[in-house]
């Protein structure tokens, strides 16, 4: 269900789409169904149906349909909205787009709990006092069986006593639920249809109703206003850094890292604090990752480090950082770089679109795009490379050990020979021979003698 307006979170964006690691709200939900190996995943669109809608998509081998409800009359007749596209010999389990942390492994419980022939409730019961939700009321006798989910401004003054309620997850036989969606009416305090009346519509007709009670909140948490949307942020890094950890990954404090994408992890990797990690990011065995870096869609090779305020932009085309390398502090590499084995880049240096051979360095305040850079090249500091003339971009080739002088420009199409050197200061427009010294600057002239002007007086 994600239909609802979200009043509280005084956003533009419909709620499910704020985002929760990276990921929007009610995509969380759809890659928990997929991880049950869910034949489809119907999404109840209603608030912002276009957008919600593009801004969803199914992991490979789930079949995602959306249905709209508008107006929307409540949680049952939103359900009743998918009636048509459920296969009467499935089972439904009815998930909230905004509840983004509920765990597979409790959905699987709640699915045995169903057996293919019951409705079946996730409810929470942590003692204490559950203003707001659905109260579970059950039989006064030993057996305690379900009898109705009565709505906090439904319920008398005894049942809101009740500490167990409904978290807005149930399982039920799909020709049963739609059996049950029948008989729905709005006859309440709300005028909704309420999903969570067919559990007395099962019980009236014999049927028993099957709950499951968990304890952890944060599984059925929902988000309806910033603050929430916060502290669940905070408790899914907090479950995402232990994960890590469990794997053996060392992070400086757990409590500063944050995974907006997949992380995945190596031996021996080290985390120091304050890192953000987006898209998909490999770090490799032994990779060192220095504080305050952020990177996104990249593999950090065995034994690589990262020096502290590292800016990785990988992108679509990726970034690779070589075995060894030495990166950082302050270096930004761009999409489309790809750095070999123990290349160094050094502070306030900018790499996009180029591949460095083992061994390349290119240590201060430098460019490097489009280019091609061979082995143990030493790109000295201040250099670039102008691979854009207005209109195209052009290739920089610099083969095998050559040493481009400091503050060079590299004026692309341009190929400069391997072994040569490029004295400082020089923009170089055509290719160089193999092991050249090349010079493109101004000669140096000195004036013996000069007088340097002096004021006028008076
Ligand atoms: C619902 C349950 C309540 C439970 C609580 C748990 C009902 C009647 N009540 O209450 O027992 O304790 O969840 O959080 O189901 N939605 C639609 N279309 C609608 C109405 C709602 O798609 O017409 C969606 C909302 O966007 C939301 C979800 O359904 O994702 C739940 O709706 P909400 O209004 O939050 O339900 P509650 O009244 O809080
Ligand atoms: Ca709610």
Known sequence: ?????????????????????????????????????????????????????????????????????????????????????????????????????????????????CGGEHLALLSVDTGADATGYGRIVRAPDGERAVLAIVEEKDASDEQRRITEWYSGVMAAPARLLKSLLGRLTNDNRQGEYYLTDVVRHAVAAGQAVKALTTRDEIQVAGVNSPRQLA?????????????????????????????????????????????????????????????????????????????????????????????????????????????????????FVEVKNSTLAAGAKANHLAYLGDATVGERVNYGAGSITANYDGANKHRTVIEADVHVGSNCVLVAPVTIGAGGTVGAGSTITKSTAPGALSVARGKQVALEGWQRPTKKKG
């Open 1 to 113: 269900m994600a239909a609802g307006k979200g009043t509280r979170m005084k956003s533009q964006r419909p709620k499910v789409l704020h985002r929760l690691g990276g990921r929007a709200l009610a995509q969380h939900v759809i890659d928990c169904a997929a991880r049950l190996s869910a034949r489809s995943v119907v999404v109840v669109t209603g608030h912002g149906a276009e957008q919600v809608e593009s801004g969803l998509s199914a992991p490979c081998a789930t079949e995602l349909r959306f249905v709209r409800q508008s107006p929307q009359l409540g949680t049952g007749h939103a359900v009743q909205q998918a009636v048509p596209v459920l296969p009467d010999d499935g089972v439904v389990l009815v998930l909230n787009g905004d509840v983004p942390l509920i765990d597979p492994g409790t959905l699987e419980a709640l699915l045995q709990a």
């Open 231 to 347: 502290e669940l942020e905070r408790a899914y890094q907090r479950r995402v850094a232990e994960t890590l950890m469990d794997q053996g990954v060392r992070l400086a404090d757990p409590a500063r890292l944050d995974v907006r994408g997949e992380l995945v992890c190596e031996e021996d990797v080290e985390i120091d604090v304050n890192c953000v990690f987006e898209g998909r990011v490999v770090l490799r065995a032994g990779a060192r990752i220095g504080p305050n870096c952020v990177i996104a869609n990249a593999e950090i090779q065995a034994g690589a480090e990262l020096q502290a305020f590292t800016h990785i932009q990988g992108e679509k085309l990726g970034v690779t950082v070589g075995p060894g390398a030495q990166i950082g502090p302050f270096a930004r590499l761009r999409p489309g770089a790809q750095l070999g084995a123990d290349v160094h880049i050094g502070n």
